[in-house]
């Protein structure tokens, strides 16, 4: 596993966004104030509010420090005064957004409509406010980390905290969903690739996991590695996230010098 480490992001404009020099600069600025974060964290973060008739403009910087590139389908994202208390929501669709880098940092304008600001006062008034993605989760369906004993035994409690912080910052599952998330790749002293993953579960039922095929592609997009994996008594249970390592063994390495600057892996599509 690897330690935890404050990570810079690199700024990164939208190709359709034309920005000016004077733009830029100021980008380049505000981002430069930014907290650095920890590794495998999405973040949000608000940089300004303007009020244009009954719409709300939210400028906000999105941060990715996990080692893939991500795209959000919906984002629920809420507003906060300095009190922390809620003052608007709304649903953005992002797929204009497009797919923002490993280690990447962007701005985005949100429009709210000021319909559904919960406040009397102009909003462009608000000292100290805040944006944040809203979690949606009902008492009884909290989706929490999952440990093997293994694991338990061999990490240390900010390793534990670290992952538990990942599960909490990640953007919720959709109901019934699976999926699985990369936290690390690398290859060892014996070229075998060992990949480490979070094996995210948002269904209300356990699961269990007889075989796992995976497919990895590096930086370029090659497929660098491929396999099929067989899991003994490996269960997942109910709106859980469970990390798991797997190792490809040279032989079912394409290629003995992949780019893992970033990469992504994932079950290969089913042939019709």
């Given at each position: 596993?690897?330690?935890?480490?404050?990570?810079?992001?690199?700024?990164?404009?939208?190709?359709?966004?034309?920005?000016?020099?004077?733009?830029?600069?100021?980008?380049?600025?505000?981002?430069?104030?930014?907290?650095?974060?920890?590794?495998?964290?999405?973040?949000?973060?608000?940089?300004?509010?303007?009020?244009?008739?009954?719409?709300?403009?939210?400028?906000?910087f999105i941060r990715n420090t996990l080692p893939n590139a991500i795209t959000f389908e919906m984002l629920d994202l809420i507003i906060l005064d300095e009190n922390k208390q809620m003052i608007a929501k709304e649903t953005f669709d992002m797929e204009k957004f497009g797919e923002l880098?490993?280690?990447?940092?962007?701005?985005?304008?949100?429009?709210?409509?000021?319909?559904?600001?919960?406040?009397?006062?102009?909003?462009?008034?608000?000292?100290?406010?805040?944006?944040?993605?809203?979690?949606?989760?009902?008492?009884?369906?909290?989706?929490?980390?999952?440990?093997?004993?293994?694991?338990?035994?061999?990490?240390?409690?900010?390793?534990?905290?670290?992952?538990?912080?990942?599960?909490?910052?990640?953007?919720?599952?959709?109901?019934?969903?699976?999926?699985?998330?990369?936290?690390?790749?690398?290859?060892?002293?014996?070229?075998?690739?060992?990949?480490?993953?979070?094996?995210?579960?948002?269904?209300?039922?356990?699961?269990?996991?007889?075989?796992?095929?995976?497919?990895?592609?590096?930086?370029?997009?090659?497929?660098?590695?491929?396999?099929?994996?067989?899991?003994?008594?490996?269960?997942?249970?109910?709106?859980?996230?469970?990390?798991?390592?797997?190792?490809?063994?040279?032989?079912?390495?394409?290629?003995?010098?992949?780019?893992?600057?970033?990469?992504?892996?994932?079950?290969?599509?089913?042939?019709?």
């Open positions: 596993m690897s330690t935890i480490n404050q990570i810079e992001t690199v700024l990164s404009i939208h190709p359709d966004w034309n920005v000016s020099k004077q733009e830029m600069y100021v980008y380049q600025f505000q981002h430069q104030q930014l907290e650095p974060l920890k590794e495998n964290q999405i973040s949000i973060s608000g940089l300004k509010l303007e009020q244009f008739d009954q719409l709300i403009y939210v400028t906000a880098p490993s280690m990447g940092c962007r701005p985005w304008s949100f429009v709210f409509e000021r319909e559904n600001w919960n406040v009397e006062e102009e909003p462009t008034k608000l000292e100290n406010w805040q944006i944040a993605f809203e979690i949606k989760k009902k008492p009884n369906e909290i989706h929490e980390l999952e440990l093997d004993t293994s694991w338990e035994d061999k990490l240390s409690k900010e390793m534990k905290e670290h992952l538990q912080q990942l599960v909490n910052n990640m953007p919720p599952l959709k109901e019934n969903e699976i999926n699985i998330m990369g936290l690390e790749a690398q290859m060892n002293e014996q070229r075998n690739l060992v990949v480490t993953l979070l094996i995210r579960n948002g269904s209300l039922k356990n699961i269990n996991l007889e075989q796992l095929p995976l497919v990895v592609e590096d930086a370029s997009k090659n497929v660098i590695a491929k396999g099929i994996f067989n899991l003994t008594n490996f269960e997942v249970r109910a709106n859980t996230s469970k990390p798991w390592t797997f190792i490809f063994p040279s032989d079912l390495i394409l290629n003995n010098n992949p780019d893992l600057s970033s990469w992504k892996v994932y079950p290969p599509k089913t042939e019709q």
